[in-house]
T-cell receptor
Framework: AQSVTQLDSHVSVSEGTPVLLRCNYSSSYSPSLFWYVQHPNKGLQLLLKYTSAATLVKGINGFEAEFKKSETSFHLTKPSAHMSDAAEYFCVVSEGYGNKLVFGAGTILRVKS | SQTIHQWPATLVQPVGSPLSLECTVE??????LYWYRQAAGRGLQLLFYSVGIGQISSEVPQNLSASRPQDRQFILSSKKLLLSDSGFYLC???????????????FGPGTRLTVL
């Protein structure tokens, strides 16, 4: 069975400093992995996805994530935080082409000025 | 390009009243469709998904139901709302081509439901 663990429920950074949101997954097969962002009272927007191509995945708004099979991790990073990055971030795993996504519990990112 | 709509955006309903939330997708054919619920401070819970008209799979037993009367229309309903039905309801779609489903899902703007 597949599962996702987001290691931090809240992360606080200062504007202009790096962002690291941690995610570990469990999957029996070669997974597809995603990061979604949700601003308050909005739908989810896809930031980036990994689907067994390059292990370093670049997404929108300067975010990127690295798939590390040996560590079963897919951490999300950004070199320099912006105030508009404040939101909730979800790490998501899916196996094969089975339609279903499994969501992590989410990490709320706060950006201080 | 594809777009997904949900309405209403917000809804306040008394306990025991019926519910109907609608989701429509434009710009694609034969999508997979999903209903999720997001309770306060919690992740997303998949409620229903559909791979075609009239084909509904339920993930969690509850007093909600879903229907897909048209290819790009997905409706979430209840005959009698409970307090625990309060939450943020999200509709999503994914591509389905030639019998193969793609994992990436695209989400609508959501409906905030408060049951009093």
């Amino acid at each position: 069975a597949q599962s996702v663990t987001q290691l931090d429920s809240h992360v606080s950074v200062s504007e202009g400093t790096p962002v690291l949101l941690r995610c570990n997954y469990s999957s029996s097969y070669s997974p597809s992995l995603f990061w979604y962002v949700q601003h308050p009272n909005k739908g989810l927007q896809l930031l980036l996805k990994y689907t067994s191509a390059a292990t370093l995945v670049k997404g929108i708004n300067g975010f990127e994530a690295e798939f590390k099979k040996s560590e079963t991790s897919f951490h999300l990073t950004k070199p320099s935080a912006h105030m508009s990055d404040a939101a909730e971030y979800f790490c998501v795993v899916s196996e094969g082409y089975g339609n279903k996504l499994v969501f992590g519990a989410g990490t709320i990112l706060r950006v201080k000025s | 390009s594809q777009t997904i709509h949900q309405w209403p955006a917000t809804l306040v309903q008394p306990v025991g009243s019926p519910l109907s939330l609608e989701c429509t997708v434009e710009g694609t054919s034969n999508p997979n469709l999903y209903w999720y619920r997001q309770a306060a401070g919690r992740g997303l819970q998949l409620l229903f998904y559909s791979v075609g008209i009239g084909q509904i799979s339920s993930e969690v037993p509850q007093n909600l139901s879903a229907s897909r009367p048209q290819d790009r229309q997905f409706i979430l309903s209840s005959k009698k709302l409970l307090l625990s039905d309060s939450g943020f309801y999200l509709c999503a779609w994914s591509v389905q081509e030639g019998g193969r489903s793609y994992n990436e899902q695209f989400f609508g703007p959501g409906t905030r439901l408060t049951v009093l």
